[in-house]
């Protein structure tokens, strides 16, 4: 699949879709708390996405190998040391958890997609210090969405950011562009070298989602062929969002204001 640039009406189809997708991030992320299950989460994330008419993006998402069951869930709901793809289920999240939930939907034609990790209750410091440089992470990823930058200011700005205050950055899983296909090309990597990779050009959308861990960022993929946790057992995060390439300032598209 070659790249596919949109055109300004195509890209506010797309924040329609990313504005359903922010809607159910703010629903859930009032729902985290001690003692909801991800079953919970996932249910309330469907019920918004079909009251909306969209289409959930995960539900049923072809695994890579055929003796692997597609996704059977709306959300990815990925507690503690789970870096993606989590599985709901109906295990009560505890004081103390992290959650990272990743959501996508269709609507139009067109795809939304972004990813917040959560605090259950009061979490420890290094928790918080991992969502944090998480978050900034995708911040600084974000300032470089201009037209002629490269994918590589993208990557760099988010390994400087993650690996300058000690964490590690997860190498398997990038970011990805986003359209009318929930993943579409260039691959958007966590790492990498400022000034190198595909120039950047208006009408360029891309889901950027920097995975960070607190220990190595190597991982392995449990017996259910979808969830991937961090090999040593430390904490990760993940956060999202959709950013569009404009003439000027980066479009972000899964949040009310522009960056």
């Not at 600084?140 to 201009?146: E, N, Y």
């Not at 595909?198 to 891309?206: E, F, M, Q, T, Y």
């Not at 861990?213 to 991937?228: P, S």
């Not at 956060?239 to 960056?259: K, N, Q």
Request: net charge negative; aromatic share 6%.
């Amino acid at each position: 699949m070659s790249i596919q640039l949109k055109n300004k009406s195509e890209i506010e189809l797309m924040r329609k879709a990313n504005m359903i997708v922010y809607e159910v991030h703010q629903v859930l992320g009032e729902m985290v708390v001690p003692g909801v299950t991800t079953r919970d989460l996932d249910e309330k994330a469907k019920e918004i996405c079909f009251a909306n008419g969209a289409k959930p993006a995960f539900l049923g998402y072809p695994a890579s190998s055929p003796s692997v069951p597609d996704f059977p869930g709306v959300i990815c709901a990925s507690p503690n040391e789970v870096i993606v793809h989590g599985i709901r289920d109906d295990v009560a999240l505890k004081e103390g958890d992290i959650l990272s939930i990743d959501f996508g939907c269709c609507i139009d034609g067109f795809f939304g997609d972004a990813a917040v990790t959560h605090a259950v209750g009061e979490i420890d410091t290094a928790a918080q210090e991992l969502l944090d440089v998480t978050s900034a992470s995708l911040d600084d990823a974000i300032v470089q969405c201009r037209a002629g930058n490269r994918i590589g200011d993208i990557s760099n700005a988010i390994q400087t950011r993650v690996e300058g205050k000690g964490f590690g950055v997860v190498r398997e899983f990038v970011g990805h562009g986003i359209g009318r296909n929930m993943h579409e090309p260039p691959h958007v990597p966590n790492f990498g070298q400022a000034g190198q990779g595909r120039v950047l050009k208006p009408g360029l959308v891309l889901a950027i989602e920097p995975m960070v861990t607190v220990g190595a960022f190597e991982m392995r993929i449990l017996e259910d062929g979808w969830t991937a946790v961090t090999r040593d057992g430390s904490l990760a995060a993940h956060f999202e969002h959709t950013v569009a390439i404009t003439d000027g300032d980066p479009y972000v598209l899964s949040r009310p204001y522009v960056f």
